[in-house]
């Protein structure tokens, strides 16, 4: 039997092949040797058939049956071997696989073994890929060698320890002794990789970390000796000494002066000094800096330090150098919440960094600009992202289109400038809009009263122009339908009047309902803002036909809608005029989130909100005039409490979906919200608020609203971000009587000058013997600050009577409403 | 007590070296997946680097890993780190890799790497451990590299010595 090719010459060979089928050919036939080798449990050549079998692995090709070879070559005695063997088991086996168990107690004698490679590539191998029950089984091995004095073997076994807690965290307690004086070590690895056991250890358990803060000024006297210490060959880069253990130990001081103002203290003058004084050239400098400037904005440092930091940031911004560009930008969104306004200095510098040509530069620089946008420079900032959008690549688009409609929806200066913004958006990045934006911006418009006739007109305009881009065709065709008559009337105030007359109008809607480019849901909003200007226009046989022309769609949504529409023209032509009427403006809560709830005013006719189902009226009403009675007539507005609406977005642009999920009935359910799709990344900036807004409502005291008949109901305030006008109360109802309180509902009114919306309760059951509380949450928005009184009625069930309570509400505290 | 991290720092999830061809001359992971896996990581991963304009920045984002790469020569070196700090000094950390591996191999190009892979893995395995730096002294990895080949036998040796 001849011996087996070498492992270079195999290679040689393989890369000769000119066709994958050459290779693979190659291949399985060496495949096949190195199996009979195999089942001859040749000693001599299993390693070079399993260096070989690596190779090919590395190339694609399946290898298993070489798993146990590296067992046998583990077990082997020769170092050439065991090396072999360990790089084989690290890369075909790993812990999914019962046969590494096997490996168990070669590493185990290994760690023992009396030459310090060997036990080297015993740690390595556990450290990189043992299992949990390795782990458990050779802790204590690894314990051992934790304390020993060689530094070759005390690093690998930190690391190794490092892994062990990954793996089986309980095991973190038995390397606590040998910590003791790790840091007392001279030899950088070891001083390295000690570092790290302890960032492990303090990160994974508070007791851990609060025993370790004892070590911060150790660790900052390493820190300085780095940095004074002369030229030291071995461990410089770039003139910097060892900036591998810089940065590591100045991680470990971040987490350790974290929420602790001594140890932040008695790091402020070190991080000082690397700040100011590391050189910035090169990126191992910037790559230190960078580290420093995350641990002072992490810790407790003073004013003066973090305005340092965030200025370095600022520079980093100018620099030529890509990566570190980047790298500013993201610090820049971590810190933009906490310190806003020292971030807005550079507000110019990143916003230039839209148009920069690296594509991760500009997302993050995209994001952060959304970041800084406030009332004092939206017209500004608007502009640049305009800009933006216009020009950027379609993998942005989505996210920059949604970042605009929400900064404007929060900052607008005018109606006027927040509709041209939306006007804008839709022609140049129209078909990035995301779905929830289009009843969104129709409530928009509705509630723009003066803007209709100029609205209408712009959007008619821009549908002559392009029909294409679906969100900004659906919107257009819905303000048509509604305001179709402020479009013919030429009444424009806001611009130059457009001459258009009906016919004109309705050619261009039925255009939207044959053309190749509409969606089936664009469709629907055309056919229904025809049928709307039925009532609007004077000539109504053009639209009869239309609509009985699509009594017969193949598309089924359009032929339902078209039947019912022509039963409006013949039956029920009486009622048309009513249920095509204007629609009324739709109050819209502070939004800033994923709950976006809709309620109407109570002042205005509830109008038809579905021309197939009409609904359900009157019993609120009834409830709402209770309260409005004893209130003593006018001054209170009812609320109609509200579900948490499903997703708006669904088809056919039903004018139900733009009022939401109204529960009309009165009785709110229980029901889990279901969020609507936000763009998650400027969301998440929103929701990480800044810890002076919580502050804030920790200062507003809690206060019992009821406390009668055992049930007690307590309120607790927040402010809700970012609007101060919205007073976020959650109500804690509790039982103290023997049986439980069934079928219990919470109801509240509010002065005219406020509005009110109440979600979902926890639950109707408040369980008896103050067993548990049912919550809600109510949102108060309340513009004019004025005092806040609220009157509410209570319903339940007690031992199967039913019970019924009105109340005042007087003793809000001060901070709640001012 | 806490064992879930708090914070997730710096864990090498993987290092890849590949051709701009594509081919894989190095794969290192410091985090359990099945074979299924790494290939589909693999794929993604080196699609997404090799699609990279010349003079873009060495970071992006893949799924929630942070990618670091760097081209010298005709190789990339490629990591993939949770989503958190210092991409700059994995910069380093890949460079300082590069320069371990040149002072090996004596001005190293990717035929060494090819050629004797199984060496470049001892390198990194003296360099890096469990996704951490183990040594950061240059010269301590040579000399345990020096030392450690001259434990290998030669063939006469390995043919004397018995194996078990």
């Known amino acids: 039997m001849p011996a087996p090719i070498r492992l270079r010459e195999l290679i040689r060979t393989i890369r000769t092949a000119r066709t994958q089928a050459e290779e693979r050919e190659m291949i399985q036939k060496e495949c096949a040797a190195i199996r009979s080798s195999f089942r001859e449990e040749d000693n001599t050549y299993r390693c070079r058939n399993v260096a070989k079998l690596l190779y090919m692995h590395m190339l694609g090709y399946p290898a298993h049956f070489g798993q146990l070879e590296c067992l046998k070559l583990i077990a082997s005695q020769k170092f050439t071997d065991k090396r072999i063997g360990y790089l084989g088991a690290m890369l075909l086996l790993d812990e999914r696989q019962d046969v590494h168990l096997l490996m168990t107690n070669c590493i185990k004698n290994d760690l023992n073994h009396s030459t310090q490679y060997v036990q080297g590539l015993a740690l390595c191998t556990l450290g990189c890929m043992g299992s949990s029950e390795m782990c458990r089984d050779l802790a204590g091995e690894v314990e051992k060698l934790l304390k020993t004095s060689n530094s070759y073997l005390r690093k690998k076994a930190a690391l190794c320890a490092v892994h062990v807690i990954r793996k089986v965290p309980e095991l973190m307690e038995m390397f606590l002794p040998a910590t003791k004086n790790l840091l007392s070590e001279k030899n950088h690895g070891v001083l390295h990789t000690s570092v790290v056991l302890l960032t492990e250890m303090c990160e994974r358990s508070p007791d851990m970390l609060a025993h370790f803060r004892k070590l911060v000024p150790q660790l900052v006297r390493i820190l300085k000796n780095l940095i004074m210490s002369g030229y030291s060959p071995e461990h410089d880069v770039s003139g910097i000494s060892d900036p591998f253990l810089q940065v590591r130990i100045l991680r470990l001081l971040r987490i350790l002066g974290k929420s602790d103002d001594d140890s932040s203290e008695a790091m402020n003058d070190i991080l000082a000094q690397v700040a100011t004084n590391t050189e910035t050239s090169k990126n191992v400098g910037n790559a230190i800096l960078y580290e420093t400037v995350l641990t002072i904005m992490d810790i407790k440092s003073e004013s003066g330090l973090r305005v340092l930091a965030i200025n370095i940031l600022g520079r980093f911004l100018l620099n030529n150098d890509k990566n570190i560009r980047y790298v500013a930008l993201t610090s820049l969104l971590k810190t933009v919440q906490t310190d806003h306004n020292a971030v807005q200095r550079h507000r110019s510098t990143i916003v230039d960094c839209l148009k920069d040509l690296d594509v991760s530069i500009k997302r993050r620089a995209m994001e952060l600009s959304f970041a800084l946008v406030n009332g004092n420079n939206i017209r500004g900032m608007m502009k640049e992202l305009l800009y933006f959008l216009d020009s950027c690549d379609p993998e942005f688009k989505a996210d920059c289109a949604s970042g605009v409609f929400l900064a404007a929806e929060k900052y607008a200066p005018s109606k006027r400038w927040h509709i041209d913004t939306i006007m804008r958006v839709l022609t140049t990045a129209g078909s990035y809009v995301r779905d929830d934006s289009v009843p969104n911006l129709i409530q928009l418009i509705t509630n723009s009263v003066e803007m209709h006739a100029y609205t209408v007109q712009r959007l008619y305009k821009a549908l002559l122009d392009d029909i294409s881009q679906q969100p900004l065709v659906q919107v257009a065709s819905w303000c048509i339908g509604e305001y179709g008559d402020l479009l013919v009337s030429g009444q424009c105030e806001e611009e130059e009047p457009i001459q258009v007359t009906e016919d004109e109008v309705l050619d261009v809607l039925e255009g939207l309902l044959v053309s190749n480019l509409s969606a089936a849901v664009t469709r629907g909003y055309s056919l229904t803002a025809i049928m709307k200007l039925s009532t609007r226009f004077s000539g109504v046989n053009r639209i009869k036909k239309v609509v009985s022309i699509y009594g017969s769609s193949i598309d089924v949504e359009l032929q339902q809608r078209a039947v019912e529409y022509n039963a409006l023209f013949k039956k029920y032509d009486h009622m048309r005029p009513a249920l095509l009427e204007r629609m009324p403006i739709m109050e819209k809560s502070a939004s800033n989130g994923p709950t976006e709830i809709v309620q109407t005013n109570g002042e205005t006719e509830p109008s038809v909100v579905d021309s197939k189902h009409p609904p359900p009226v009157s019993q609120p009403a009834n409830q709402a005039n209770d309260l409005l009675d004893l209130l003593g007539g006018n001054d209170v507005v009812p609320v109609i409490q509200t579900t948490v609406p499903t997703k708006p977005a669904s088809a056919g642009g039903e004018l139900l979906d733009l009022l939401g999920d109204l529960s009309l009935s009165g009785v709110p359910t229980p029901a889990p919200s279901v969020a609507t799709s936000q763009p998650s990344f400027l969301l998440d900036g929103l929701s990480s608020q800044p810890l002076f807004n919580d502050i804030a409502a920790a200062a507003i005291p809690p206060m019992t609203a009821y406390n009668k008949n055992g049930l007690k109901i307590d309120f607790t305030f927040e402010r809700a971000n970012p609007n101060p006008n919205v007073a976020v109360i959650t109500i804690h109802a509790s039982n103290s009587t023997e049986a439980d309180m069934t079928d219990f509902v919470f109801q509240a009114a509010v002065p005219k000058t406020f509005q009110l919306q109440l979600l979902s309760p926890s639950s109707n059951v408040v369980p008896a013997l103050n067993q548990g509380t049912v919550t809600q949450v109510i949102r108060v928005l309340n513009p004019q600050k004025q005092q806040l009184r609220m009157r509410i009625k209570l319903t339940y069930t007690l031992k199967g009577s039913p019970v019924q309570d009105l109340a005042e509400v007087n003793n809000f505290p001060p901070q709640s409403w001012q | ?164």
């Not at chain 2, 099945?34 to 799924?63: G, Q, Y």
């Not at chain 2, 460079?95 to 040149?102: A, F, M």
């Open chain 2, 1 to 164: 007590m806490f064992t879930e991290r708090m914070y997730q720092h710096n864990l090498m999830r993987f290092l890849l070296l590949f051709s701009r061809q594509g081919k894989l001359r190095l794969q290192k992971w410091f985090t359990p997946l099945t074979d299924r896996e790494k290939k589909k990581v693999i794929r993604d991963v080196m699609a997404l680097v090799l699609a990279r304009p010349p003079r873009s920045c060495n970071f992006l984002h893949w799924r929630d890993i942070k990618v670091v790469y760097k081209r010298y020569a005709s190789l990339y070196f490629c990591t993939g780190l949770e989503d958190q700090d210092n991409e700059l000094l994995t910069l380093e950390v890949l460079h300082r890799y590069v320069e371990l591996l040149d002072k090996y191999f004596g001005n190293v190009c990717e035929l060494d790497i090819i050629f004797n892979f199984e060496k470049a893995y001892y390198i990194l395995d003296e360099f890096l451990m469990g996704g951490e730096v183990l040594e950061t002294s240059k010269v301590a990895v040579s000399v345990s590299m020096e030392n450690a080949d001259t434990l290998q036998e030669t063939m006469e040796e390995y043919m004397n010595r018995p194996a078990f």
